[in-house]
C-alpha cells in the first residue's frame, strides 16, 4: 500500500492511495466466504444507487491515528468494488485550531479542558476558509464523509451553501451524559445541521443529534502492512526509523528489542492512554519479580510526535513519559524503552508496530478512557494475550476471560503487575483465550465485515437527501 500526499490548495491535500486489497480476501475464501457474498451482493445493490458520485472522504491527518490507518484500506476495497473514492485532509497552519479540536477531544472522554471558549474564534476562522476552498473541489452531485470535529465547521458551511448527502463520521464518544460531554455534543449539533446522517462506534456514545446515528465499530484489515506476519531481522531503512529513548542507559536495536521478552504498550501520547500505569505497574513487576522474569523488559511505542500535525500535546505528554522514566529506579529504568516511531513513510511505522505486536510477550492498554482502540484490535487479531483497563472502548472489544484479561478499577497498576507474572509463570493460561481473540476479529473486526453497514448508511443518507426540500440556513455556533 502506497500512501502519498498532493496539495489541492492551501488548506487542503489529497491522499493518494496506491494499492490492492480485495484480491488477498479472495485468495483465502475458506476464511472470508460468507463475508465476501455478503459484500458483493451489498456492493451491487449500492453502485445502483450511488451512480457516478464520487464519495470524498474528509479528515485532518494522513498518517498517524486511528482514522489515517483505516481509511487506505478501505478506500482501495471501495475502489476495486466499482465505486469512485477521494480523500482530503484539512490542514490548518493555525496551531490554536487544533488547540481547540484536541480540546474537544479531551471533553469528549470527560476531561475538563481550559480555553475552549478562547480557542473557538480560530476553529471558526480556519473553517469559513476550509469551506470557500471546498466549493473548488467537490462536484456537484458529491457523496460527503466527514471524520471527527476538525473538518466538520468548514464541511457545515459548505454544505449550507452547495447541498450535498452527507455523513458526519465521530471515532470518539463518552457512554454516560455528563455536564463537559454534553456542553461540547451541543457545540457540535449546531454544525451537523446540513448533514443526513451520524455514524458512531457504540450505541451509548448517542447522543441528541437531531438525525438518525448507525453505529459501526472501527475495523482493521488483516492484510496490512501493520498486521501480517513477518520473518527475518528488519532492515536498515526500520532500524533509521525507530528511536529508542534511553537516557543514560546503552542504545540497543530494534533487532535487539525484537529478540528479548518483553510487554507492549502501542498508542499516541496521550495522558488518557495511562502510558503513566503501565510504567507505575511495570516497576511493581520487576521490584517483585523472580529470577525468571529479570530479563523482561517493556516497550511502549508510539509515533514521533513531531509527526502528527493535528495533536499538539503529543511532544508535550512524551517529554513527561521521558521524565517519569528517568526518576524510576536503575534496574527499572534500564528494562523501559519508549520508542518513537517516524510517520515520514507510513508504511515503515506499520511494519515498526507490527513487528513487536508479532514478538510482544503480552499487550497491555490501560487506558483511562477510549472510544475504541484499534491497537487492541490488532492484538486480538494476532491471537496475543491482551490485557485492558475497563474504558469502555476497550471492555467492549475483550470479554474477560474469554478473549482476554479486563482489569477493573481501582489498583489497576497492582492487578497489572500481577498479569505480568502470570503471563512469566504461566503462559500457557492465555493461549486459549488468545486463539478465541483471533478467530472472533476474523468474523467481526475486518473492514469487509464493516463496508456493508457503510453501504446502508449511504444509501439512507442519499434518500433523505433526495427527500429534503427547505433548509434553514446554517449558522456557526459563537457563544
Not at 44 to 65: E, L, P, Y
Not at 185 to 195: C, E, M, N, Q, V
Not at 245 to 272: A, C, K, M, T
Not at 368 to 395: C, D, M, Y
Amino acid at each position: 500500500m502506497k500512501v502519498t500526499t498532493k496539495q489541492c490548495t492551501p488548506l487542503f491535500d489529497e491522499v493518494l492511495v496506491e494499492g490492492s486489497v480485495l484480491e488477498h480476501y479472495t485468495a483465502e475464501r475458506e476464511d472470508y466466504g460468507e463475508l465476501l457474498d455478503e459484500l458483493f451482493r451489498s456492493s451491487n445493490a449500492t453502485r445502483d444507487k450511488i451512480g457516478a458520485r464520487c464519495i470524498w472522504h474528509i479528515n485532518s491527518t494522513a498518517f498517524g491515528g486511528g482514522v489515517a490507518e483505516m481509511l487506505p484500506h478501505h478506500i482501495c476495497l471501495l475502489r476495486e468494488l466499482g465505486f469512485d473514492v477521494r480523500w482530503l485532509i484539512f490542514k490548518p497552519e493555525d496551531e490554536q485550531f487544533f488547540q481547540f479540536t484536541k480540546a474537544l477531544h479531551n471533553s469528549l472522554h470527560d476531561a475538563i479542558a481550559v480555553g475552549v471558549n478562547e480557542l473557538l474564534p480560530h476553529y471558526l476562522e480556519a473553517s469559513r476558509q476550509g469551506a470557500a476552498e471546498l466549493e473548488r473541489m467537490i462536484g456537484l452531485d458529491d457523496f460527503l464523509v466527514i471524520h471527527d470535529p476538525q473538518p466538520l465547521c468548514a464541511a457545515a458551511q459548505f454544505l449550507d451553501s452547495h447541498p450535498h448527502p452527507a455523513i458526519w463520521r465521530c471515532h470518539i464518544g463518552y457512554p454516560r451524559s455528563t455536564p463537559t460531554v454534553d456542553k461540547i455534543w451541543g457545540l457540535l449539533k449546531a454544525y451537523l445541521r446540513p448533514f443526513q446522517r451520524i455514524v458512531l462506534s457504540d450505541e451509548a456514545y448517542a447522543f441528541d443529534a437531531g438525525h438518525p446515528i448507525d453505529v459501526i465499530q472501527p475495523s482493521i484489515s488483516p492484510f496490512s502492512s501493520k498486521n501480517r506476519n513477518y520473518e527475518g531481522p528488519p532492515g536498515q531503512a526500520l532500524e533509521n526509523s525507530v528511536s529508542f529513548n534511553r537516557h543514560d542507559e546503552p542504545d540497543r536495536s530494534l533487532q535487539d528489542i525484537l529478540g528479548s521478552r518483553y510487554f507492549l504498550h502501542v498508542s499516541r501520547w496521550d495522558g488518557l492512554k495511562g502510558i503513566d500505569r503501565i510504567i507505575a505497574a511495570f516497576e511493581r513487576f520487576v521490584g517483585t519479580a523472580s529470577d525468571e522474569a529479570s530479563d523482561t523488559c517493556l516497550v511502549i511505542a508510539g509515533p514521533d510526535p513531531s509527526d502528527v500535525a493535528d495533536d499538539p500535546e503529543g511532544r508535550a505528554y512524551f517529554e513527561k513519559c521521558a521524565v517519569l522514566c528517568s526518576q524510576l529506579p536503575k534496574d527499572v529504568r534500564q528494562r523501559v524503552y519508549l520508542a518513537c516511531i517516524s510517520m515520514k513513510d507510513s508504511d515503515a511505522n506499520a511494519e515498526i508496530v507490527g513487528r513487536l505486536q508479532q514478538n510482544a510477550h503480552g499487550v497491555f492498554q490501560l487506558s483511562r478512557e477510549e472510544g475504541f482502540g484499534l491497537t487492541v484490535t490488532e492484538a486480538l487479531l494476532r491471537g496475543k494475550p491482551v490485557i485492558v483497563s475497563s474504558a469502555f472502548g476497550l471492555k467492549r472489544q475483550v470479554a474477560n476471560g474469554l478473549n482476554g484479561v479486563v482489569l477493573d478499577e481501582p489498583d489497576i497498576e497492582v492487578k497489572a503487575a500481577e498479569m505480568m507474572h502470570r503471563l512469566i509463570a504461566d503462559y500457557s493460561h492465555f493461549e486459549e483465550m488468545a486463539r478465541t481473540a483471533r478467530e472472533s476479529c476474523l468474523r467481526s473486526s475486518t473492514q469487509i465485515s464493516q463496508i456493508p453497514k457503510w453501504y446502508d448508511s449511504i444509501r439512507s443518507a442519499l434518500s433523505s437527501f433526495d427527500r429534503a426540500q427547505v433548509r434553514e440556513p446554517f449558522k456557526p455556533n459563537v457563544s
